[in-house]
Every structure is written in structure tokens, then in C-alpha cells.
């Protein structure tokens, strides 16, 4: 089990330097989760990338719904006082935290391709596997 953040879950959808990686390390895991804020940040992304017409809408949708099937959503508010507790003391923002928090509660991983984030979890004793 690890906890995928956005950028990974995004680069199962949009090819991106780490797509490849970040599609193996979601098939080997057997059960991984993510904060509900997930969802949020990769349909933003895929709306990006609608308006850059790098996808059509319904290849967006497709990959949400594949993204939803693929990793286990977990309720944010168990994390949020953690995650504001992480973001004050690195100050980074809560939305990135939030990964960081149910990565420290669940006792696993954080997979991600954001270094500074990677680095934050390093300090705080997270372990962390950085994609790029």
C-alpha cells in the first residue's frame, strides 16, 4: 500500500516523463489510496488539458473514472489537523500535506513526482518514493 499523489495519479492519464513508472508502481501495488482531494486536483488537471485540447472531454472522464477505480479514496477530514500541523511546520500548502498525512496515519509510503514534497516527507521521516 502507498498513498499516490496527484501527479502521479495524473500521469496514469497524460503521458508524462514519469507516466511509465508511475503505471507500474500502481499495478504492483496491491491496494493503493489517496486523500479525497485526489479527485479534485486531477479533474483540474484534466481540465487543463481538455483546454490545451491534449484530450477530448470523454478521454478526461475515461480517465477519471479509471483513476477511481485504480486507487482507494479516503475521507480528507481524517487527515486535515495533521495535514494543517505539516503545513505550518514545512510551510508548504495543506492540499500538498494532506498526502503527507495519511502517508504518516496509514504507516506507508508517499509516491510521488514532486521533489519538494519528497523532501518534506524525507525530513519528517516519511518514506517516500520520488518518480521523475
Known amino acids: 500500500m502507498a498513498v499516490i499523489d ?6 496514469l492519464i497524460v503521458d508524462l516523463p514519469w507516466s511509465k513508472e508511475a503505471r507500474e508502481r500502481i499495478r504492483l501495488d496491491d491496494a493503493p489510496i489517496a486523500p479525497a482531494i485526489l479527485l479534485t486536483e486531477i479533474a483540474n488537471a484534466l481540465w ?3 483546454r490545451k485540447q491534449v484530450l477530448t472531454l470523454d478521454d478526461a472522464l ?3 473514472s479509471d483513476v477511481r477505480r485504480l486507487i482507494t ?3 480528507d477530514e481524517d487527515s486535515l489537523e495533521d495535514a494543517l500541523r505539516l503545513a505550518v511546520s514545512a510551510n508548504h500548502p495543506v492540499y500538498d500535506c494532506v ?5 504518516s496515519q496509514s504507516r506507508t509510503s508517499l ?3 514532486d521533489r519538494k514534497l519528497a523532501a518534506i ?4 521521516g516519511i518514506p517516500c518514493r520520488l518518480l521523475l
Open 48 to 50: 487543463q488539458q481538455v
Open 62 to 64: 475515461a480517465g477519471l
Open 111 to 113: 509516491l510521488t513526482a
Open 121 to 124: 516527507a524525507r525530513e519528517r
Open 99 to 103: 498526502y503527507l498525512a495519511l502517508a
Open 73 to 75: 479514496i479516503t475521507r
Open 6 to 11: 496527484a501527479n502521479v495519479a495524473v500521469a
